[in-house]
């Protein structure tokens, strides 16, 4: 410890010491006798020995090599500017993403979170995401494995703005949340305070927090909002607090979840059983969550000799960790790829600049040769090719950092993402990390091989070659499988007249309307709409085409989305009955399947008269309709079963109307028409193709991305070959005017050059085709509107690879001319 | 170890024992490197002499080493040289480095008189 205080100290006076070394040594030098004075030897040398022993030499080296190194790189500014751009974009882009996802990670920064679990109701057989005011109330009250349970329900809609005449009402989505929730996800307001327990109680005054982007864009970003009040659905609610934007869930209002009947009239949320609450809880130190499961297992089991309707049979709380990753879900795979497809830019980036390393390398060869004959070590030459490189690559990941800041700054002005521009350490490591990496990648590999005896580019440049063909094609073949895919995804018919349909749903749980109640209310409802005019038809159904929620069964490892609806389902639906026959009004006990679940359930026999196998057990199949996605966009093979409603399933029902004309115009139309029944109500009108419309914009944005990533790795590519062909065109300059005077013709000069670039170049494409057809694979599964993908398409491949063949032709276009155009003359002078 | 075949010339020193001769010269008062070489060399009768080229290394490395400490001073000819003081460190050094060497050389004459 003392040892290196005194080198450090060293270091910090080195020039006065070493200037006294200089005179100590003179001194010694003029007191020997004269005749031995030649004795003493090379003073510089001698002082150089002495230095060594304090173990800073490498420093010295190091500044040395970076000199030189700044040298060499301005003075070959072409070579520079091509690798920083090369090595910008490969860090920069995936850095990008990496900073938009970091900030998705962190959203909320949750404290201590391997004991914070999501709750969801399971049981043999059955699954439910959600739960209810009384069931959060029981678990709050008897489960000892927890020491909070959160409630939260967000999304829901509501009506902002001063209830004075004039005043343009504004829709805006509330969140309601138990006061834990915010301690318990590590919220911190972005002013004021979050909602306490004190904000719970039955005479406190209604608080409120408001979101971040909401404060800015409503509010003004004014900070004397804090105290103030604002009308929710006509309700006064007092101001305390912001919600920083970094908080996932983007609710516009926040308020503590026993509020909810303040300003939703007529709810009945804390006591009845159909409201839809996302349940979290921390467990207590020490509780495992698969310990948590077993008490729940038995607490539901007493709730269930209460409420025999309400649980079921053998339920029990499933707890997971809300930042587990299941590694065999769809969410992780698609993450995966995501990472790896962006991740593989940078490789393609530093293949490509090992090329250009290599290529460039061969033209210094006389350098090193210099360099080595004059006694240089092979080990310093690396290190000194590699520190160029190194400092290349840092240089890069600067200008990274800043091209990522850019990036995310556009983003945000879209309002894409809310990443902070202020890049945090993560950010920092993962650059610098990346830029080492890249250095090592591209840069020691060449240097060995520059540094050997007999410098020849051979098999590294093959691998380097052969990888950034190999990642263009991949991303090649995605994009254009995936522009396929949407094509037919744009000209796939979903099985139903989805361009005139529009659905309402009343939201009459949320208002505490009972069963019968609320059927009387759809029948009015249905009654009214049914007289407007270009009205159709109108059906009743649990859920509406292609909204959020969905229902189903799981059997034997596939999906069976399902929805409960009425005998006028097919009519305004547009679907058409293929075998059997349609429901009787008030009919039970039977089922509907499309001919996709038939094929599933029964591939060998008929399906009617046969019993849906899952639980609980029992409809019979009396009718085969037409294949219709209709709960989930674009998919090709839906598996869709249809039972008829049963009277508890009002409340939640929606209305599906099918008009003549454009379905937009609906929208008001029908808001009016419910809520003229009763106008505490706040509908939902959702017009089908929008949504439709929407599925089509992701997966345009899928598309983009990738494209976006394609093209850079194209380019990348392009510029990678281009620079190959050069250097091979001027290595062999005298040896193609020797060809060229011997009579050879230009095919055969562009045979010659591109004849390196063969092998990598099949190798590449065929690993890429395979890669690309993997991940394709992947994206299938994972985004549903890709379903249709089909890997084994030839056209996508025949596409990328005449697009890649057009890719090298342009590449070496330039240098190809110039080795066509070579006065053999001047080129047997050349060197 | 270069033993060279006439005794009473010259000798390269024993490898590793230059630090030992250092510290022991150093031990009876501060000098300087010139001090020091010609010392060792006159003290061994002149047997011993010491490379310019080891001595300044070795100084350098007996200073990171915290055994001497360096100072400086007046010449007699009124120059400015810096002469090299033993510490407390240094002397311990020498005391253990003086028992190993005695331990190896009574090792080497027990053999050298078996032969």
Known sequence: MRELLRRISYLWNRRRLEREMAEEMAYHRELMSPDRRTNFGDELRLREDAREIWGWTWLDRLHQDLTYGARVLRNAPGFTLTAMLVLVLGIGVPLSAFRVVLTDLQGGSVPDPDSLVRLTRRAPGAHATNLTYPELAFYAANAKSFRNVIGVSGGNQAIFGEAAAGSAPESINVAFATSDYFSEFGIVPALGRVLTSDDERPDAEPAAVIGETFWQRRLGGDPAVIGRCIRVNGKLLRVVGVMPRSAKPRDEVWMPLVRQPYVVEGSALLTDWNSALELYGRLRPGVSPEASQQETLALAASLREQWPDHVWKGEYLEARLILEFDSNSEEFKMVLTSTALVLLLLVAACANLGTLVLARGVAREREIRVRMALGASRLRVVRQLFTESLLLAVLSGLCALVLSTVVLKVMQLQHISTASLVPDWRAIAATFGAAIMAALVFGLPAAFRLASLVPRAGRARTIYLGAQVGVSCLLLVVSSLLVNSRQQLAARDPGFDYRHLVWISPGLQAHGYGEPAAQAYLDQLRARTAALPDV???????????????????????????????????????????????????????????????????????????????????????????????????????????????????????????????????????????????????????????????????????????????????????????????????????????????????????????????????????????????????????????????????????????????????????????????????????? | ???????????????????????????????????????????????????????????????????????????????????????????????????????????IQAVLKLA
């Open chain 2, 1 to 107: 170890m270069h033993m060279s075949p006439d005794p009473t010339s010259r000798t390269e020193l024993v490898p590793g024992t230059l630090i030992l001769l250092v510290l022991r010269v150093l031990d009876s008062g501060p000098l300087h490197g010139y001090a020091i070489a010609q010392r060792i060399s006159l003290v061994s009768g002149e047997v011993l002499r010491v490379e310019e080229g080891s001595l300044y290394p070795a100084l350098q490395k007996m200073l990171r080493k915290g055994w001497v400490r360096a100072e400086w001073g007046l010449s007699d000819t009124k120059r400015r040289v810096r002469s090299y003081r033993l510490t407390a460190a240094g002397r311990r050094q020498l005391e253990s480095e003086r028992a190993g060497y005695d331990h190896v050389t009574r090792a």
């Open chain 1, 536 to 831: 159709k038809a109108t059906s009743q159904a649990c859920l509406g085409p292609w909204g959020d929620l969905h229902m189903g069964a799981d059997w034997m490892g596939r999906q069976y989305a399902g929805n409960c609806v009425d005998p006028q389902f097919l009519d305004t639906m547009g679907m058409r009955l293929v075998r059997g026959r349609n429901f009787w009004p008030n009919e039970n006990g039977v089922a509907l399947i499309n001919e996709a679940t038939a094929r599933a359930l029964w591939p060998d026999e008929d399906a009617l008269g046969n019993s849906l196998p899952w639980n609980p057990p029992g409809q019979t199949v009396i009718g085969v309709v037409q294949n219709a996605s209709t709960a989930y966009v674009g998919d090709p093979e839906p598996l869709e079963f249809y039972l008829p409603p049963s009277r508890t399933d009002a409340p939640g029902s929606v209305l599906l109307v099918r008009v003549s004309g454009s379905p937009r115009d609906f929208v008001r139309r029908l808001q009016e028409t419910a809520r003229g029944l009763d106008e505490r109500l706040q509908p939902t009108v959702q017009v089908v193709t929008d949504r439709y419309d929407r599925e089509v914009e992701r997966a345009t944005a899928a598309l983009e991305v990738i494209a976006i990533l394609g093209t850079v790795a194209i380019l990348l590519s392009v510029i990678g070959l281009a620079g190959l062909a050069g250097y091979t065109v001027a290595q062999r300059t005298r040896e193609i005017g020797l060809r060229i005077a011997l009579g050879a013709r230009p095919s055969h000069i562009v045979r010659a050059i591109l004849a390196p670039m063969r092998r990598p170049i099949v190798i590449g494409f065929v690993c890429g085709a395979l890669g690309g057809s993997a991940v394709a694979n992947v994206l299938r599964t994972g985004i549903p509107t890709m379903s249709g993908l089909n890997v084994f398409d030839p056209l996508p491949y025949v596409m990328a690879m005449a697009f890649f063949a057009a890719v090298v032709a342009l590449s070496i276009l330039a240098p190809g001319r110039r080795a066509t155009r070579i006065n053999p003359i001047q080129a047997l002078r050349h060197e």
